[in-house]
């Protein structure tokens, strides 16, 4: 199997990996039958490729068999910011060459210099991507990797944007909602959740990202996304995490 590399990883603060321990945590307890999980946002610069990428390399250090496939083909924030890139020196081939019929699945799939984890990266960019996601290759590609790995999580446009999110998110077993505290206007939120409740995938939780615990503004989300039509509402700032568990 080819290797790739992630430069940029680094460490973060105490009280950040604890948060996302927390959220580890809470998505085992969804049950045994959610293990493709969708990651998304409502607007770009929400921190949902942060917390997707560091919660795969979270995962797979306790010892999960985890692949994070990276699903946004249009501009790939993995790609651009931390540093991937294959290991031999030869050019990199992604999930669009196999949804493209250019390549095997085992020549798409990465081990990464993080034990147990295991990357489909975004080679290029791709201007409409809906025709590959379309495909009966994407539902394949997810199938086939369910077989393998013990955790998938799918790094996916925001719903704002575009609606590749909402035709990933039919092939997962549930989504997480990344939400930037103080930032994303609550409609904007409320009509992200709304979308993916149409699809066939349920939304797991919230994660409320660089959330000042202290904060009146913040009780809001805390109350909408703590109800029981959610798995748990979630934040986190550098000092200290915060979790709001729901049903």
Request: hydrophobic share 35%; glycine share 10%.
């Amino acid at each position: 199997m080819k290797e790739l590399e992630i430069k940029q990883l680094g460490e973060l603060p105490f009280g950040v990996t604890e948060a996302l321990n927390q959220l580890r945590i809470n998505l085992g307890f969804c049950g045994g039958g959610i293990k493709i999980v969708m990651m998304t946002s409502s607007v770009p610069n929400e921190g949902k490729s942060f917390l997707t990428l560091h919660l795969w390399k979270m995962m797979a250090e306790v010892g999960v068999k985890t692949l994070l496939i990276d699903c946004d083909f249009r501009n790939s924030e993995m790609r651009r910011k931390y540093g991937i890139h294959s290991t031999s020196g030869q050019k990199l081939i992604g999930g669009a060459h196999y949804l493209a019929g250019q390549a095997s699945l085992e020549e798409v799939i990465y081990k990464t210099n993080v034990p147990n984890g295991y990357m489909i990266p975004v080679a290029s960019t791709i201007a409409n991507p809906t025709i590959l996601l379309e495909s009966d290759n994407f539902s394949r590609m997810v199938e086939e990797c369910a077989g393998q790995f013990s955790y998938i999580l799918l790094d996916t446009p925001p719903l704002g944007r575009v609606a590749d999110a909402l035709t990933i998110a039919r092939h997962c077993h549930g989504s997480v909602l990344v939400v930037r505290s103080g930032s994303t206007p609550r409609k904007l939120v409320e009509n992200s959740a709304q979308l993916l409740r149409r699809t066939e995938s349920p939304l797991l939780g919230v994660v409320l990202n660089r959330a000042d615990v202290g904060s009146r503004s913040n009780a809001y989300y805390h109350r909408y996304y703590g109800s029981s039509d959610y798995g748990y509402g979630y934040g986190h700032s550098h000092n200290k995490p915060t979790t709001n568990g729901g049903k």
